[in-house]
């Protein structure tokens, strides 16, 4: 390394100083050849921790659930080539949920950059389309704008995971470092106002039709603004949706929420939807799991779409009223206006929507004494128990689903769960992440016997580093949601489903210094998960549940919002 | 949703887009990446330095209903390095092309041909000739037909610069 002259930082001291100065208090990651001279510069710091998973994979998830549970930029470094691809299913994963994260991985030495030298991978060239920007840093002196602006981009606007590819001999390169410098981005300036004319000439639209129906998505988590949307709602007495981003902007048993909406939504909310003449979407993007059918979609509804992106907005749905802005920014602007309108007296809608409720509401049915627990019953009861003490991650699938309609949510940032992306392995490394970043909250991950498998690894990382969290997997033997279409769609033929050998999970856990379960009763379930509790150690509670259970309600692909299966109209599977 | 039948069913269009982009962190592919990433059509593309600044222009023919010219804007607005991209209404617009025509083809032919689609003889060699003409890009497509049956060796065509009038 080059001898250091007057107040020149290497560019691996810049990093380290970078990541001191955003506040940065711990970064999970995995070492390697191109990235060691970062590593011996965190080696020498105290400004953070450095939590090493046993995957690079997992070590974006972590950084990702960080983020997701506290709202601040999550940091992850890996190496160069197999490093850094390993990290691409966790920043695709935090890309497609806008999720805020610094990704820093290693590459070889510009000098060989393009040789095919040890390692190296075009990484940007990878990341560029699942990062909000990326930046290949060729000079040492761009460094400390790159890191900077890598914060920026990634908090600002509509957030997302930024990629920094540093080069082995940047980082021991020397450049003068001045944090405080401003650098200027003329190419990048989000809206974040909402236009004020439009807005009032929406909520006067709002306050005259007869059936609004207020939907809102993660953009209400990622602006910080669920007591601005309670407030509106009961001001206006809208009726509210969520998407599943958006599950605990109100509180589960609000009298307004009519529940989540979708291929797996409530009864009520997707007859909501279909049936509203005013659609209020708030940071949501009409996904095509929510929408259903698009060409018979919300025929009637009129549209107001606020969005920090503006290619959100007519994207799937054409708004009448567009809003271009931070959601959080806006709802203080429309809070400002609510009082000046007179809006329409809803209770009729109000009742039509509890009939539905009523009619068909969300519920299981119970197992019978002696038969397999219900996989909703395990996510209820810990609902019962835990409650608003735990953080709730999920895997993807079925348990996913299920975790969605039954644990009671009622704060937002409550629930972290892969949602654009549907990355199955998310779920103990994001209840390692949540752990780390709430060390007085219980971090609770519901997952399934095929998802647990893709980190399971982890659970050493857990033990070594001090962060106990409870993982319950739903255990039917299949990969569970796959099974379910198979059963409707591809009659009952289980393609590579069943899943019928398996580690001894309890086994497992304990191997890696964690405690384990095995339960097939309520009694032995309340007791496990007492004890879980109560170790302080990374727990995992394997319940044996009904084989056969299907997540339900469910629009079909292909069909509209309105035709849903249900559980009362279906015979035996 | 029903009010807006123009904008979801159009007939799919020519557009012109500039975008202005600053010349650096790979902008070019970041461009071409979102183009198929997203499906859109590239009908053609020119990029070249704007003198004296920070900015490249990058000139876009594309075609796609309403809706997807909507996207197109906005996705390419969305990337960090563009700084301003300008859907043209009323354009100039100008597409080069160059051809090789082997020399025992009749000249004088070629000469009158190339002239009355702005163009001339460039180059003459033992066995070739190289023409080159510059116009409206439907005239060049124009003219690329009619010369087919001169044989050309090669063509090589520059693709669309545009200007709003």
């Not at chain 1, 970078?18 to 970062?38: D, K, Q, S, W």
């Not at chain 1, 070594?464 to 033997?477: E, R, S």
């Not at chain 2, 991209?85 to 004088?108: N, Y």
Request: aromatic share 8%.
């Amino acid at each position: 390394m080059k001898q250091k002259i007057d107040n020149q930082l290497t560019g691996s001291q810049i990093v380290i100083e970078a990541l001191h100065r955003e506040n940065t208090e711990v970064v999970f990651g995995y070492p390697g050849g191109a990235i060691m001279n970062v590593y011996d510069e965190i080696y020498k710091q105290e400004h953070f921790q450095h939590i090493l998973t046993k995957h690079e994979q997992a070590a974006v998830h972590a950084a990702d659930a960080y983020a997701r549970s506290t709202g601040k930029v999550g940091v992850a470094i890996v190496t160069s080539g197999p490093g850094f691809t390993n990290a691409v299913t966790g920043i695709a994963t935090a890309y497609t949920d806008s999720i805020p994260m610094v990704v820093i991985s290693g590459q070889v030495p510009t000098a060989v950059i393009g040789t095919d030298a040890f390692q190296e991978i075009d990484a940007v060239g990878i990341s560029r389309s699942c990062t909000k920007h990326n930046f290949l840093v060729s000079d040492v002196k761009d460094l400390t704008r790159v890191m900077k602006l890598a914060f920026y981009l990634a908090r600002s606007g509509r957030p997302g995971p930024v990629h920094i590819d540093l080069p082995k001999d940047v980082s021991a390169n020397l450049a003068d470092f001045n944090y405080e410098q401003e650098f200027d981005l003329p190419t990048y300036k989000p809206t974040t106002k909402g236009n004020v004319r439009q807005i009032k000439a929406a909520l006067q639209h709002i306050s005259e039709a007869k059936r609004p129906l207020l939907y809102v998505g993660g953009g209400a988590v990622l602006s910080n603004c669920y007591e601005d949307i309670r407030e509106f709602a009961h001001q206006s007495k809208i009726p509210v949706v969520e998407t599943l981003m958006a599950r605990g902007v109100m509180r589960s048993d609000d009298e307004y929420l009519f529940g989540m909406l979708g291929m797996h939504g409530e009864y009520a909310a997707n007859m909501a939807m279909s049936q509203t003449d005013m659609i209020i979407c708030l940071g949501a993007r009409f996904d095509d799991r929510v929408t259903g059918r698009l060409d018979v979609f919300a025929k009637k509804a009129h549209v107001v779409h606020v969005d920090i992106d503006p290619a959100s907005i007519a994207k799937i749905v054409k708004p009448n009223y567009p809003i271009v802005g931070d959601l959080g920014i806006v709802m203080k602007q429309i809070l400002e206006h609510t009082k000046d309108f007179d809006f329409n007296d809803y209770s009729d809608w109000h009742n039509t929507l509890k009939k539905y409720r009523k009619k068909h509401p969300l519920r299981f049915i119970e197992n019978e004494e002696g038969d397999r627990l219900k996989p909703q019953w395990a996510i209820k009861r810990v609902g019962e128990l835990l409650g608003d003490k735990a953080l709730i991650s999920t895997d993807v699938g079925q348990h996913q689903m299920w975790t969605a309609q039954f644990y009671p949510f009622n704060y937002p940032r409550q629930f972290m769960t892969s949602g654009g992306l549907g990355t199955m392995g998310v779920g103990l490394p994001y209840a390692m992440g949540v752990k780390r970043a709430h060390p007085d909250k219980i971090s609770v991950n519901f997952t399934g016997d095929g998802s647990i498998m893709m980190n399971i690894q982890e659970i050493i990382t857990c033990t070594q580093y001090n962060l106990p969290h409870i993982n319950i997997i739903l255990n039917n033997n299949y990969l569970g949601m796959v099974r379910q279409w198979q059963t409707r769609f591809y009659d009952d033929r289980l393609a590579e489903t069943v899943l019928d050998t398996q580690a001894d999970f309890k086994m497992l856990a304990e191997s890696m210094g964690g405690v384990g379960y095995k339960v097939h009763t309520k009694e032995e379930f309340d007791k496990a998960l007492e004890d879980a509790v109560a170790s302080n150690k990374t727990a995992m509670i394997e319940v044996i549940v009904d084989r056969r259970e299907e997540v339900l309600p469910m629009v079909p692909n292909g069909h509209a919002l309105n035709e849903m299966l249900l559980l009362e109209n279906l015979g035996d599977k | 949703m029903g009010t807006f039948k123009d904008f979801y069913n159009s007939e799919e269009k020519r557009e012109v887009l500039s975008v202005i982009v600053v010349n650096k962190d790979s902008v070019l592919s970041r461009i071409v990446d979102l183009f198929s990433a997203r499906g859109y059509n590239i009908d053609s593309l020119t990029v070249a330095p704007i003198p004296n600044s920070q900015y490249s222009r990058i000139t876009i023919v594309t075609f796609g209903k309403t809706r997807t010219i909507d996207q197109i804007v906005k996705q390419l607005n969305k990337l960090i390095p563009v700084f301003k991209v300008m859907e043209h209404k009323d354009v100039i617009e100008k597409d080069t092309v160059l051809v090789k025509i082997p020399l025992d083809q009749s000249l004088s032919d070629v000469d009158v041909l190339a002239r009355a689609y702005n163009g001339a003889i460039m180059n003459v060699t033992s066995d070739a000739i190289v023409i080159s003409a510059t116009d409206e890009p439907k005239r060049i497509s124009n003219f690329i037909k009619v010369i087919e049956k001169y044989k050309p060796i090669e063509i090589v065509r520059s693709g669309v610069v545009a200007m709003e009038r």
